[in-house]
């Protein structure tokens, strides 16, 4: 047996080591019904939506569930079959890879206080014991799949995966050459195990929030001292690395498949045995809700036990909801800014000159109906970068950079429409510049805008005054 502690995961799996995880910081609480005077007050002020009371009967284990696995073979056993076994303070890992394996006891390490933080301290173990004889996770990282079955360490009633699967307190995981994807997937599977030691299985919840948070918290980011970050939209780095979610979301985009959250929320064993759709998905609408300034604090109260995953919380404000995913889903990149991006919905509105922000996503403006002409006239400057230096833009926008086929720094427009048509529109921007017109599509609401990156609007400063004229 090799045993490996957290530092040596420091210069075996980066080159600047791993000093510790944290979340991706939660956003500032604000609750879910934004009702807004406007332009008086432009800032979003929401109304009370409180989660519903959790269960007298508190459904939290008091220990930790049997591991109900039989205990691993001795380690000549294991050698016998060309396996090594690596033991960390939390995890154990049984290879025929060890060099890729060597760094993963201390990523669970590294990981561990973002589980707490967000799920609380596991239960106690049931009979006192190290963790040597009692294993919190155990590992399984194949190459060749035979091998371990020679062992008796991977069992024939193990359902069939694709590429990790958990059952209690072990994973069975193929291993993989990219290093990202390595560490992604056992966070992944890593995760799954964690939250199974807070609840029976019965109140484990539905297989979108399961999958979904697992991708939450494998979706990781490597900072530049070196110290792991969990539940972020990653950069280029992930998909380099073989972590294919955002490539596989934009094919559903580009073909015109975004599926409904409702859709989502009914995936199916089967939908997570075809490929990697059903994960794809379940981490963005996971990751929209997480990290949405307006939803994510009643979203993490669905990690009580009992409670997994129920999406009727969202009820008082689901057309909202419905509205903004499909802008989400059409706009999603390689760090995409949630909170940066948020939809500025307000109840009471009017037709006059008000401010729009570069620095947020889609403002609420006026009612419009459809067939008529919308006149928008913007005047000011705003600066949308300052590398390598300031990027100033007025409403027509800088043509040196684009997205989505339009210049950054244009002013655009959508018209959400009304109820009780479905809630559509903020994922079709119209473009309106400095001085534009477009003809209402549908009734609804107006909303404008200062197009750019997703993942670059945080840092924009300024906006224009925009002032809207109907015929």
């Known amino acids: 047996m090799i045993r490996t502690a957290a530092p040596l995961f ?204 697992a991708e939450r918290f494998g979706a990781h980011r490597i900072e530049p001292d070196g110290s792991l970050k969990v539940r972020v939209i990653p950069g280029d780095e992930a998909a380099a690395g073989g972590w294919d979610r955002l490539e596989r979301i934009r094919a559903d985009v580009q073909a015109d498949s975004i599926p409904s959250i409702d859709e989502i929320a009914s995936l199916s064993d089967a939908d997570f045995l075809d490929g990697d759709r059903g994960y794809a998905w379940s981490w963005a609408l996971v990751t929209f809700l997480d990290a949405h300034p307006a939803y994510a604090e009643t979203f993490r109260t669905l990690s009580d036990p009992g409670r997994r995953g129920d999406l009727s919380v969202f009820n008082p404000v689901r057309r909202q909801i419905d509205a903004e995913w499909p802008a989400f889903a059409t706009e999603l990149v390689p760090g995409y800014d949630v909170a940066a991006n948020a939809v500025q919905f307000r109840s009471k509105l009017v037709q006059a000159p008000a401010p729009v922000s570069a620095d947020q996503g889609w403002q609420a403006f006026g009612s419009v109906r459809k067939g008529q002409t919308v006149t928008v006239n913007a005047a000011g400057r705003f600066t949308l970068a300052d590398d390598p230096k300031p990027w100033e833009s007025t409403a027509d926008g800088i043509s040196f950079d684009y997205h989505r086929g339009q210049p950054i720094g244009q002013l655009q427009a959508a018209v959400l429409a009304d109820a009780p048509a479905p809630p559509i529109g903020l994922a079709e921007p119209i473009p309106v510049g400095a001085e534009g017109s477009f003809v209402a599509p549908r009734d609804g609401t107006l909303y404008l805008r200062i197009n750019d990156r997703p993942d670059r609007r945080a840092d924009n400063r300024g906006g224009v005054t925009a002032l809207i004229e109907l015929e």
């Open 10 to 213: 420091l210069g075996l799996l980066l080159s600047a080591g791993l000093a510790g995880c944290t979340g991706e910081p939660a956003p500032a609480p604000t609750p879910d019904v934004p009702v807004v005077e406007w332009p008086d007050d432009p800032a979003p002020v929401a109304a009370e939506n409180p989660a519903p009371a959790v269960p007298d009967d508190d459904p939290a284990p008091v220990v930790r569930p049997v591991d109900r696995e039989p205990p691993l073979p001795g380690a000549a056993v294991l050698a016998g079959a060309g396996l090594t076994q690596l033991a960390g303070d939390r995890l154990t890992v049984v290879t025929d890879r060890p060099e890729h394996a060597t760094g993963l006891p201390a990523l669970i390490e590294a990981a561990w206080p973002a589980w707490v933080d967000y799920f609380g301290a596991p239960p106690p173990r049931r009979n006192a014991g190290d963790a040597e004889a009692d294993p919190l996770m155990t590992a399984f990282l194949m190459a060749e799949p035979d091998r371990f079955r020679s062992a008796g360490v991977f069992p024939d009633d193990l359902p069939p995966f694709l590429t990790g699967r958990q059952r209690g307190r072990r994973f069975w995981m193929y291993d993989v050459e990219e290093e990202y994807f390595r560490r992604s997937l056992t966070l992944h599977e890593a995760t799954h195990v964690f939250m199974g030691l807070h609840v029976d299985r019965r109140n484990a919840g539905p297989l979108w929030y399961l999958e979904g948070m």
